[in-house]
C-alpha cells in the first residue's frame, strides 16, 4: 500500500536555526499537508497545499514557516529561525484531488523536532 | 471557533466492546474522521461519516448525527493491540484541514 514518508525521523537542532523537513506525499495525491504534535497534546493544522500554493494555514503559520514543493515528489517544511516552542512532532499528510472529499487524509510516521 | 470533546481516557477489556463519543460545535460541518494513534507513531485512518447513521467496517463502528453534533466510535472484540489513542477529527466547510480533538486514550486489559 501506498505510504506517505518523512525524513528525517529523528531532527535536533539548536534554538535559532533553521531547519527543513521533507515529506514524499503518494504519488497520485494533489493535496498537501503539515499538522504538528507537541508531546502530550492534540495534532494541530499548520497549512494544506494545493495546484502549488497554500490553499489555508493556521495561526501557527507565521512568517517563520514556509512550504515548497521543489519538485514532483518532495514537498518540505521550512521553520527559518526555531524556537523552544517548535519542539514536536510534525506529520504530513495527502490525499486525492478535487471530488474525493470523503477520502481520508494519509500521514506519514512524523519528524520528531527538538531543539536545543 | 470550533470546539471538539473527547474522554481522556477509558479502560476495556480484552474481548469486550467499548464506546467512544465525540461531540463537536462548529459551523459549516463537513465530515467527521476517526484515526487511530498507538504512542509516537502517526494517525492512520479509521472511518468518516458524513451523513447521519452508523458506518461499520469490520471490528469498528462509527455513528453520526448531525443534528446533535455527536459521534461514537464502537470497538467490539477488542484485542490487546488496540491499546491506542482513538483521534475524532472534524472538517469544515469546503476547506480540506482536519481540526482534531485531543484525542481519548483507550486501553485494553486482560
Known amino acids: 500500500e501506498p505510504e506517505v514518508t518523512q525524513t528525517p525521523s529523528h531532527q535536533v537542532t539548536q534554538m535559532g536555526q533553521e531547519v527543513i523537513l521533507r515529506c514524499v506525499p503518494i504519488?497520485?495525491?494533489?493535496?498537501f499537508y503539515w499538522y504538528r504534535q507537541i508531546l502530550g497534546q492534540k495534532v494541530e493544522f499548520l497549512v494544506s497545499?494545493?495546484?502549488?500554493?497554500?490553499?489555508?494555514k493556521s495561526e501557527i503559520f507565521d512568517d517563520q514557516f514556509s512550504v515548497e514543493r521543489p519538485d514532483g515528489s518532495n514537498f518540505t517544511l521550512k521553520i527559518r529561525s526555531t524556537k523552544l516552542e517548535d519542539s514536536a512532532m510534525y506529520f504530513c499528510a495527502s490525499r486525492p484531488g478535487p471530488g474525493d472529499g470523503n477520502q481520508p487524509q494519509h500521514f506519514g510516521d512524523g519528524t520528531r523536532l527538538s531543539i536545543l | 471557533g470550533q470546539n471538539i470533546d473527547q474522554p481522556t481516557e477509558m479502560t476495556a477489556t480484552e474481548g469486550a466492546i467499548v464506546q467512544i463519543n465525540c461531540t463537536y460545535q462548529t459551523s459549516g460541518f463537513n465530515g467527521l474522521f476517526w484515526y487511530q494513534q498507538h504512542a509516537g507513531e502517526a494517525p492512520t485512518f479509521l472511518s468518516y461519516?458524513?451523513?447521519?447513521g452508523l458506518e461499520e467496517k469490520g471490528r469498528f463502528s462509527s455513528f453520526l448525527s448531525r443534528s446533535k453534533g455527536y459521534s461514537y466510535l464502537l470497538l467490539k472484540e477488542l484485542q490487546m493491540k488496540d491499546s491506542a489513542s482513538y483521534l475524532c477529527a472534524v472538517r469544515r466547510g469546503g476547506g480540506n484541514k482536519l481540526t482534531f480533538g485531543t484525542g481519548t486514550q483507550l486501553k485494553v486489559e486482560l
Open positions: 497545499f494545493y495546484n502549488n500554493e497554500i490553499s489555508e
Open positions: 504519488s497520485n495525491h494533489l493535496y
Open positions: 461519516n458524513v451523513l447521519d
